[in-house]
């Protein structure tokens, strides 16, 4: 793995996270809501991990 691929990883990475980022925000501000800047920074860089923690509070109200 060459430096431009690893750099390609990177902005693709960041820019799936910008992008869930966005749409996370328009649904939060639907309920007049927002986030602060560090929120925005943290959901863009760990977007995986909170995807991860949603899906299981998700998963564990279903089957209550």
Known sequence: MDINELNQEVIFYLLVGAIL?????????????????????????????????FLYHFIKELLQ
């Open 21 to 53: 980022a966005f749409a996370v925000e328009l649904l939060v501000r639907l309920t007049d809501d927002s986030f602060t800047m560090r929120e925005r920074i943290m959901f863009i860089t760990l977007w995986p991990i909170m995807g991860g923690i």
